[in-house]
């Protein structure tokens, strides 16, 4: 047809159709449907080719979705990590009460603080606390409970400076409406809520649990909304993020599994050939099962939150296949994270004088802990493998942004990804085989 725009190069037309139904509002911009689209490489490997040898099947069928129950309970009458995930109600409750006192003025600046940071404090230690002494917590439900508690902390932190920016633009000029100082303009994906409010106003129970739930870690008086639920949008999103749960539990049963069991043995007898074989053959299912993760998570999860909670602020993830450097991976891949991290710490010490390459190291240094705590403490010890592996992206950075451009650049970043993770994997595995089972048959 005359003056209809082709497809872009390296998308078929069906493909294209698909994405822009998937895709929430305004984001063709963002994966590049409209922009020169250079291939999202995420979508390959979702279609494999269909080989005999691309799939392992000679253990038989493996995929046992009963056996799943038994992650994250190893006894019927204890939920540690549910009851957890409750109390965390204690210290969202104690944040807003503190708030509302320091508004109301009857507590100062100072005292506040402190008892903000003692809150903070204990929804990290806590948790970790009642993991490591409770025995009937597995890993997999520790990891969920310390997850949540993550998610708190950083939700918390935000919730209290948000709010004591109020207040010092408060005590600038009293008849100020506050209500655009977090957020008072229209975005791409939504409009600002119909009725905006101000400081402190928003200090309620309905407007920090909407902050809880939304899919954001940065708090604002008024998020972006969006006019209606699209039921359809939702009903798409529902159905992926069922499908590609029991897929990736199916990959990781039949897959995964196997090969780690496999690669014991090597480990044992140092025997570094087989180990680089297990490694290099990990690191197809591992890679493959994080792509799927990545989609299930940042586009089905939260796109499906959000709809339901009519939050228009969509941009969840940013072209990150398409990076040629460090550095811009780890500021598009996960937004929610990066935007905190910018506004809540990078920033903050930027203004205080910090150099940029001390506020950059100090990032990853936060990234690092939480990344070994979300790691160590459920597996119940501590090898400091992931921490490394984070701080490890220092050195990696300064050499892909110096050395390597364009598509080499792209490569050192796919490789890094493809055989970063299946190495941290098979050494936490390694270790944790080495603690708890050969420790126990020695016994």
Not at 10 to 24: E, I, K, M
Not at 216 to 231: A, D, Q
């Amino acid at each position: 047809m005359a003056g209809r725009r082709p497809p872009p190069r390296g998308t078929s037309a069906p493909l294209q159709r698909w994405l822009r139904r998937s895709l929430p509002l305004g984001w063709e911009r963002r994966v590049g449907l409209d922009c020169g689209w250079r291939g999202n490489r995420l979508a390959a490997p979702l279609f494999p080719p269909h080989s005999r040898g691309s799939f392992p099947s000679r253990y038989g069928i493996l995929v046992d979705p009963i056996q799943v129950v038994s992650l994250f309970l190893k006894d019927p009458y204890s939920w540690p990590s549910l009851c957890l995930v409750i109390l965390s109600n204690v210290f969202v409750l104690a944040a807003l009460h503190i708030e509302k006192h320091l508004a109301a003025g009857s507590l100062s600046e100072h005292s506040g603080s402190v008892l903000h940071s003692l809150n903070l404090l204990t929804v990290l230690c806590f948790p970790a606390l009642v993991v490591l002494t409770v025995s009937s917590a597995t890993p997999v439900g520790a990891l969920f409970a310390l997850l949540t508690y993550t998610i708190v902390f950083l939700k918390l932190f935000s919730f209290r400076d948000v709010n004591r920016w109020c207040r010092e633009r408060r005590a600038k000029d009293e008849s100020a409406r506050l209500g655009e100082l977090a957020s008072g303009q229209k975005t791409a994906n939504g409009d600002v809520a119909e009725k905006s409010v101000s400081y402190p106003a928003n200090l309620n129970y309905k407007d920090l649990y909407y902050f809880l739930l939304a899919p954001t870690l940065c708090y604002e008086l008024n998020f972006p909304r969006s006019p209606r639920i699209r039921k359809r949008f939702l009903l798409r999103r529902l159905v992926e993020m069922l499908f590609f749960t029991q897929l990736i539990v199916g990959l990781i049963q039949q897959w995964m599994v196997p090969t780690i069991q496999n690669s014991m043995k090597p480990f044992r007898d140092m025997d570094y050939s087989r180990i680089i074989e297990r490694l290099l053959k990990l690191a197809v299912p591992n890679h493959f099962i994080w792509l799927i993760f990545f989609y299930w998570l940042f586009h089905s999860s939260m796109n499906a939150v959000a709809e339901v909670l009519r939050f228009g602020d969509r941009e969840f993830y940013r072209d990150w296949w398409n990076s040629e450097s460090v550095t811009y991976f780890w500021q598009n891949w996960n937004i929610p994270v990066h935007k905190w991290c910018l506004r809540h710490f990078y920033v903050p010490m930027i203004r205080s004088g910090c150099r940029r390459w001390m506020a950059r190291t100090a990032v990853f240094l936060l990234s690092a802990f939480f990344h070994e705590y979300l790691v160590s403490v459920p597996l119940r010890m501590f090898r400091l493998w992931a921490f490394m592996g984070m701080m490890a992206q220092l050195p990696l950075a300064w050499f892909v942004g110096k050395f390597l451009q364009g598509n080499y650049g792209n490569a050192a970043v796919w490789i890094s990804l493809i055989i970063g993770q299946p190495i941290a994997v098979l050494m936490y595995v390694h270790d944790y085989y080495v603690l708890n089972y050969e420790a126990a048959d020695t016994c």
